[in-house]
C-alpha cells in the first residue's frame, strides 16, 4: 500500500504495540523512505530494535512497557496528543 499510495512529503504513522513482525515493518519503513516519506513508529519496547532503520528526519516513539495493554493505554494517550497538535496547527489555539 505505501508503494502504491504514499507520495513524497506524506508521513507514514505505523502503530505496533507488541512488535509482531519486525521484518515487515523494517520493509515498510524502507519502502517510505524510498518514496521520501517521513516515518513515526509508535512501538513497544520490542519494538526499538527498529530505530536503526529510521532516517535522521523520523520519530522513534518507544513505550517502555512489556505488558501490551499498558504499551496500547500509552498509545492510545500519545496518539491523542498528536491529534490535538495538529488541530492546534490547522485551527490555531481555539482557547
Known sequence: MI?????PGDLLLLIDPAAGDLDASMAAVRTAQG?????VLL???SGAGLRETLAETDVL??????RTSRV?????LVLHALCDAVDVQLMGDQE
Open 3 to 7: 508503494q502504491a499510495l504514499g507520495l
Open 35 to 39: 518514496k521520501d516519506m517521513t516515518v
Open 43 to 45: 512501538v513497544g519496547t
Open 61 to 66: 516513539i518507544t513505550v517502555p512497557h512489556e
Open 72 to 76: 496500547l493505554e500509552a498509545q492510545l
